[in-house]
C-alpha cells in the first residue's frame, strides 16, 4: 500500500517553521474531537489543539463519575453509549456541570476526590507528553510536529479563534475505524496487514521503553501505510 502523498509531504516539512502552514490561516477550522484535557481542530492536513482550564476538566471528571454511578440505572447500550460518544451524547451534561463548578468555591473542588482525580491526570498526561518528545519525536511512531511563531486561527463554535504555535500532521482514520470499514467490505487479507503494521508499531514502542496504559485501537491512528500512536498521556 503507497504512502499517501500528504504523509510523504508531512515527514519532509521542518520541525520548526518560519510561519504557520498557510492553511491553517486559509480555513476556519472544524471541531475534530475532544478528550479530557484537549480539545482538537483541523484545517484537513493539520491538526491543532485548545487545552482546557482545569475547572473544564473538573467538569468533565465529574460527569464521568456520575455516568459511572447511574451504570446500573441504564441499559446496557444506552449506558455505553453515552460513555464512548462523549462529543455527540453528554455535551449538555457538561455544560451543565461546567456551570455548576463555575458558581461553587474553586477549593472546594481540588480539595476533594475530583482534585484528586484532575491532579492524577494532569501528572500523567504531562508526563506522557515528555516522554513522547523525548523518545517518539521524528521517529515515525507519532504523527508529524511542527511548532512555529504564535498565530490566531479561526474555529468552529466557540470561543471562534483560538492561538496556537504549534500543528500536527492529521491522520486519515484510527486504526479501529479502518478496521471495521475493511471488516464490512470483507477485506480481511489488508485488515491482517494492518494488525501486522500494528504488531511493529508497538515492538518499536517497547524497544524505546514505550508502554501504553491504553491500547484501544481508537488510540492509533492510520496514515499513509503508517500507523501512528495518537495520544501518549
Known amino acids: 500500500m ?13 520541525r520548526v517553521l518560519p510561519h504557520a502552514p498557510d492553511e491553517l490561516a486559509a480555513v476556519r477550522l472544524r471541531r475534530l ?11 484537513g492536513h493539520w491538526v ?22 447511574l451504570e446500573r440505572f441504564l441499559p446496557g447500550a444506552l ?22 463548578v463555575l458558581v461553587l468555591p474553586r477549593g472546594l473542588w481540588f480539595s476533594s476526590h475530583l482534585g484528586d482525580v484532575w ?37 468552529g463554535g466557540w470561543p ?9 500532521e492529521r491522520v486519515e482514520n484510527t486504526l479501529y475505524h ?22 511493529e508499531l508497538r515492538q518499536a514502542g517497547w524497544g524505546r521503553g514505550v508502554f501504553s496504559v491504553d491500547a484501544h485501537l481508537k488510540n492509533f491512528g492510520v496514515t499513509g501505510d503508517r500507523v501512528v500512536l495518537l495520544y501518549t498521556g
Open 79 to 100: 449506558g455505553r453509549r453515552l460513555r464512548s460518544r462523549p462529543a455527540g451524547q453528554i455535551r449538555l451534561l457538561r455544560a451543565i456541570a461546567y456551570a455548576v
Open 160 to 168: 471562534g479563534w483560538l492561538t496556537v504555535s504549534e500543528a500536527s
Open 2 to 14: 503507497p504512502r499517501s502523498e500528504h504523509s510523504a509531504t508531512a515527514q519532509s516539512i521542518p
Open 119 to 155: 491532579r492524577l491526570y494532569r501528572k500523567r498526561a504531562a508526563e506522557g507528553d515528555r516522554l513522547a518528545r523525548q523518545h517518539l519525536e521524528d521517529t515515525g511512531l507519532v504523527p508529524r510536529r511542527v511548532t512555529f511563531p504564535p498565530m490566531r486561527v479561526k474555529i
Open 48 to 69: 491543532v489543539k485548545r487545552e482546557r482550564t482545569r475547572l473544564e476538566v473538573i467538569a468533565i471528571i465529574a460527569v464521568w463519575r456520575l455516568l459511572r454511578r
Open 33 to 43: 474531537g475532544e478528550g479530557v484535557g484537549k480539545v482538537a481542530y483541523t484545517s
Open 178 to 199: 479502518r478496521l471495521t470499514e475493511l471488516a464490512q467490505l470483507g477485506h480481511f487479507d489488508e485488515i491482517e496487514v494492518w494488525l501486522e503494521r500494528f504488531l
